[in-house]
C-alpha cells in the first residue's frame, strides 16, 4: 500500500526558508507505478495548487510560477524522498502541503488518480 509522509513545515517570517520532505513508503522510486511526484499546496482559497515535480525517471522539473526561482525540488533515491527547498518565502506561500504521485512535464503538473493523500505540512509565512 502507498504511503506518503510528508515533513518539515513550520512558521517562519517573509524571506525565511524551508526545506520541506516527502518520504514514500510500500514502494520504491524503482517499484513505483507513477512517474512522477509532485508538492501540492492548499491555501486559504477552495482549490489545491500545484506547485513543483519531478519524474523518478529522469530529470523533468517543473515549478509554478509562483514558486519559480524561489523553489527547488530534489529527489534521494536511496532514502525515497522528495525534497522541495523553499526559499525567500512570502505570506502568499501559506498553506498545507501535500506530496502526491504527479504527471510532470517541464511546462506543467497534472493530478493523477491517486486518492491516498497524507495529512500534508503545515507551512505558515508571518511576521
Known amino acids: 500500500h502507498l504511503r506518503l509522509v510528508e515533513s518539515g513545515g513550520g512558521k517562519v517570517q517573509p524571506g525565511g526558508s524551508l526545506t520541506l520532505s516527502c518520504t514514500v513508503s510500500?514502494?520504491?522510486?524503482?517499484?513505483?507505478?507513477?512517474?512522477?511526484l509532485g508538492w501540492f499546496r492548499h491555501g486559504p482559497g477552495p482549490e489545491r495548487e500545484g506547485v513543483s515535480c519531478i519524474s523518478i525517471r529522469d530529470s523533468t522539473r517543473y515549478y509554478a510560477p509562483s514558486v519559480k526561482g524561489r523553489v527547488t525540488i530534489s529527489r534521494d533515491d536511496a532514502k525515497n524522498t522528495v525534497y522541495l527547498q523553499m526559499n525567500s518565502l512570502q505570506p502568499a506561500d501559506t498553506g498545507v502541503y501535500y506530496c502526491a504521485p504527479a504527471y510532470c512535464w517541464d511546462y506543467a503538473l497534472g493530478y493523477t488518480d491517486f486518492d491516498s493523500w497524507g495529512q500534508g505540512t503545515q507551512v505558515t509565512v508571518s511576521s
Open positions: 510500500g514502494s520504491t522510486f524503482d517499484t513505483l507505478d507513477y512517474y512522477a
